[in-house]
């Protein structure tokens, strides 16, 4: 026992460093990844630079197509006054072509700077630039036409007087935009520099403040982890293995607060699935989170309240204690925001701990306490009794086991037929669940209420009825005639919104034929959500699936099931054939299936296992039958033979 305890120390111990080391890591892998973000900024002053560059590029190509510019214009210039020079008419023309050439250069140019400037600062100066271009065009034109004429004299006063100053004024202009150029690029680099260095500056201050911090988180954290490994993150109470130090401290006390002064209280909040799947997971969390309150604001100094997952809750608390604290939790209200409350019922198993126990063996019967709470019906209070033991065990190997029999198909479905008892034929059938493991058959009543009770039971529903949907398109495609097979399906199912649409999808994946299915739930159903349930008939009917009720007669209201819900079939059990003999009761029973077949629904009567019973149902004008009489449970092969010959002696 002790090398035990040594063991599970250890492990606390060693989940609690695992924990400081992953917050640590965590906190490392932020700040690395801050510091990259850092280097990457510090990367972005170079694209900073480089923009920078870019703009002085800009401005130095403005200045050299400026003076690419005047360049043409001088040339241009000296070719109109050869022009003037020229005696011989060739040339003449030569060197008008080669003006023309040079004036397209000039607008080529023109239009580049115009491109350039555009929405700049500069982009005024082009304005002037261009209106001299204009004007200096414009008089080179008198200029030629002058000459051409052979008025000389008067095209060497225009060249003087107009042509002249105009070039002065464009060479003057291009001085002044120049210096104007040159002053805002070196503006630019010293607004470069400044900036670049600044950002550097800054990077280097926010880099080394994030070292500072990530240091100092992982001290922080390293420090709070050990308050952390014992709380419950969502709702602030003790977690699982808080309650294991503080148990085990209390098995080690000689005096006060000693394990054994304690009761082992496992509570749970009734049907807390439903409130998820109604409300959300959201507010199925602030609900925990009220819970866990209410029960934590009501233990006394000493008692401990622990999460143990989901809307599981262990506590110690004083045995003196217990009565009170139990009448204080059997109803617990919870405020959900300003308009929305709901008050929980709570379900709790009790276990008064002896000298010797662990809070181990607290813990385990309690949990075996409030289980048999879910089972046993007798009420949301159990105190441990020993002998439940061995069956919460096989519980338990039971659910352990079955996803592994899914996966396995260690489910097979057996088909039970049903008879005309008119004609002594097959008119249907019911298809069941059985267990074939290591071998041997597993009880469908040992395995189907643990099933049920877990919820995994649905997911079974399905399993057999995705295997009567394939069997069914087998049957046809090789030219058996089916009948109509019913399959049956859990009351939790009605709490899934999309129950018929997950039916009808299955029925489409195997492309069955709706004529020859039938879902069956239980009476019982109708009492845990009637609207659901008529939702689903009604859904079912225009789709063209039957339906029946199972276990007619066993609850209160079936009277006003029948009228409500408008099934096609109608399964009386078993118990009204127990005295046949009595003729009340053969009257009641006959009155009950006249009704039902007013109603236009069929009746089949289940159980039956002599031909006295048989004689007691064609009396009271039931005509269908199901029982061990004609068939036991068949296998599908043996089912088959008897789709195959359907006739009953």
């Not at 659910?399 to 008119?427: M, W």
């Not at 009605?494 to 492309?511: I, Q, R, T, W």
């Not at 003999?581 to 009257?587: I, L, V």
Request: glycine residues 6%; proline residues 2%; charged residues 30%.
């Amino acid at each position: 026992m002790s090398q035990a305890k040594s063991r599970k120390a250890k492990n606390i111990v060693f989940r609690r460093n695992r924990l400081s080391l992953r917050i640590a890591f965590i906190t490392i892998i932020s700040s690395l990844f801050s510091i990259l973000t850092i280097e990457l900024t510090y990367l972005n002053t170079s694209n900073l630079i480089d923009n920078y560059n870019k703009i002085i590029d800009v401005d130095y190509k403005d200045i050299e197509m400026m003076d690419a510019v005047m360049v043409s214009v001088y040339e241009h210039q000296a070719i109109i006054f050869h022009h003037m020079a020229e005696q011989k008419p060739d040339r003449k023309s030569e060197l008008i072509k080669r003006a023309g050439e040079i004036e397209n250069v000039l607008k080529e140019n023109m239009k580049r700077f115009e491109e350039n400037v555009h929405g700049t600062q500069y982009e005024a100066g082009y304005h002037d630039m261009f209106s001299l271009m204009t004007s200096y065009m414009k008089n080179v034109k008198m200029v030629v036409e002058l000459s051409q004429e052979g008025d000389e004299q008067t095209a060497h006063y225009y060249m003087q007087t107009k042509l002249e100053p105009i070039v002065n004024g464009m060479n003057k202009h291009v001085k002044n935009m120049d210096e104007i150029l040159q002053r805002d690029i070196s503006e630019l680099k010293s607004d470069m520099k400044s900036n670049t260095e600044l950002m550097r500056i800054i990077a280097r201050m926010i880099l080394a403040a994030l070292v500072l911090a990530a240091l100092f988180n992982v001290s922080y954290c390293v420090r709070i982890s050990n308050e952390m490994i014992s709380r419950d993150l969502l709702t602030g109470v003790a977690n699982f293995d808080q309650m294991i130090r503080v148990g085990e401290r209390m098995s080690r006390s000689r005096r006060r607060n000693r394990l054994d002064m304690y009761s082992g209280l496992a509570i749970s909040i009734k049907d807390f699935k439903f409130i998820n799947q109604e409300y959300g997971s959201l507010i199925g969390d602030l609900v925990l989170k009220g819970y866990a309150k209410y029960l934590n604001d009501r233990l006394n100094k000493g008692e401990v309240l622990a999460r143990n997952g989901g809307d599981n809750f262990i506590a110690l608390v004083e045995k003196e204690h217990v009565d009170e604290f139990l009448s204080q939790i059997e109803k617990v209200p919870v405020e959900v925001g300003e308009k929305m409350g709901l008050t929980l019922t709570t379900r709790c198993g009790i276990y008064q701990i002896n000298p010797g126990d662990t809070i181990y063996d607290a813990i385990n019967a309690g949990l075996i306490a409030v289980d048999e709470t879910r089972l046993s019906g007798t009420g949301d209070y159990v105190w441990f009794r020993q002998e439940r033991r061995d069956e919460m065990i096989r519980r338990k190997e039971i659910i352990s086991g079955y996803h592994k029999a899914i996966d396995e198909e260690e489910f097979v479905v057996y088909y039970q037929p049903k008879v005309n008892l008119k004609t002594r034929t097959l008119c249907g059938c019911e298809a069941l669940v059985r267990w074939i493991k290591n071998g041997e058959l597993v009880p469908p009543g040992s395995f189907i209420p643990v099933l049920e009770n877990d919820g995994k039971v649905q997911e079974l529903d399905f399993y057999v009825f995705e295997r009567v949907c394939r069997d069914i398109g087998d049957w046809q495609r090789r030219g058996i005639q089916p009948v109509r097979v019913s399959s049956n399906f859990s009351k939790l199912h009605l709490h899934n919104k999309d129950f018929a649409k997950d039916v009808l999808s299955v029925v489409d994946k195997y492309g069955a034929d709706p004529y020859y299915l039938e879902a069956e739930l239980t009476e019982s159903s109708g009492y845990e959500d009637l609207n659901a349930l008529v939702y689903f008939v009604s859904e079912m009917r225009e789709a063209g699936i039957h339906t029946s009720m199972d276990d007619f007669g066993t609850g209160y209201s079936s009277l006003s099931l029948l009228r409500d819900i408008d099934m096609d079939v109608i399964k009386l059990d078993r118990t009204f054939l127990r005295d046949q003999a009595d003729p009340k009761e053969e009257k009641m029973v006959e009155n009950i299936v006249r009704m039902i077949h007013d109603l236009n629904r069929h009746v089949l009567c289940e159980g039956v296992e002599t031909e006295e019973q048989v004689d007691f149902l064609k009396r009271v004008g039931c005509t269908m039958a199901q029982g061990f009489l004609f068939d036991r449970p068949l296998t599908r092969e043996e089912f088959e033979k008897r789709l195959i010959n359907p006739y009953y002696s």
